[in-house]
């Protein structure tokens, strides 16, 4: 009687080996042939937005668009506030070939692991996972939507500024655009002078005219000046955009006389 129940037992445990190898060989198999219609695209420019569920901080938490060029994402923000990610947070957000990694790892590292792919392009749209039922908190989702491929996409000619700057005098509210100066400094990029604009020696500058500043975007800090006035600076400005066009940011400025 002994002798049977360990053979029963036995091949209960062999039978659960193998129904756990043969649900990783699908996994696996299913990340293989998602992976390779991803690849056959060659999309190499695209947006999308993703969200994680995790007992994470809330910078991580919230619908992010993340904006790819030449497979480098160039740019994260939050959907609904349009901040930019914070640059200790952007590791946290994946682009395509970085979900399948992610997959890759989770297959043979986890205990329970759920992946929905999309249709078309083949890339993750739902990862849901938990490491180790027996622990708490350390399963998580990551989902992945609106997918928009630029690959192939047309921009219009069409010159659109990081900023729109209107200066005025504080006390008489009179412009001040053609006469200022200053320096914009964007995230990881070199400072650039106002003075390259040359507005004083712009005989096309009009004076009631708001002046079109930067063609970046990113986070921002202006100084802005102008002869017999006290400098202003502003700073953290976030300046979004999609592949094609910037979302200019209109900045109205008061200088104060000396």
Avoid at 49 to 70: A, G, K, M, N, S
Avoid at 124 to 145: C, F, G, N, Q, R
Avoid at 198 to 219: A, K, R, T, Y
């Amino acid at each position: 009687m002994v002798k049977n129940k360990f053979i029963f037992s036995i091949t209960i445990l062999l039978m659960c080996i193998g129904c756990s190898s043969d649900d990783t060989n699908a996994q696996q198999q299913n990340l293989d042939n998602n992976q390779a219609k991803w690849e056959s695209l060659n999309i190499t420019d695209y947006s999308f937005t993703q969200r994680q569920i995790c007992f994470c901080v809330p910078e991580t938490v919230q619908p992010t668009v993340l904006l790819v060029q030449d497979n480098q994402t160039v740019l994260s923000y939050s959907a609904q506030e349009e901040v930019i990610t914070a640059k200790q947070f952007r590791s946290s957000f994946l682009k395509v070939d970085e979900l399948f990694t992610r997959v890759n790892a989770l297959i043979d590292n986890s205990e329970s692991l759920t992946v929905e792919y999309h249709p078309t392009y083949g890339y993750p749209t739902l990862i849901s996972v938990d490491i180790d039922k027996k622990m708490a908190d350390d399963e998580y989702s990551i989902h992945s939507e609106s997918f928009i491929d630029n690959s192939n996409a047309i921009c219009p000619a069409v010159f659109t500024p990081s900023f729109y700057l209107n200066v005025t005098d504080k006390d008489t509210q009179e412009s001040l655009n053609c006469n200022i100066f200053g320096s914009y400094q964007f995230e990881d990029k070199e400072l650039e002078d106002l003075e390259d604009l040359e507005l004083g020696q712009n005989i096309h500058c009009e004076i009631d005219s708001p002046v079109p500043v930067g063609s970046n975007f990113g986070i921002a800090n202006l100084t802005i000046e102008a002869s017999g006035y006290q400098s202003q600076e502003l700073t953290n400005i976030h300046v979004i955009g999609s592949h094609c066009e910037l979302k200019t940011q209109n900045l109205t400025i008061e200088l104060t006389a000396n």
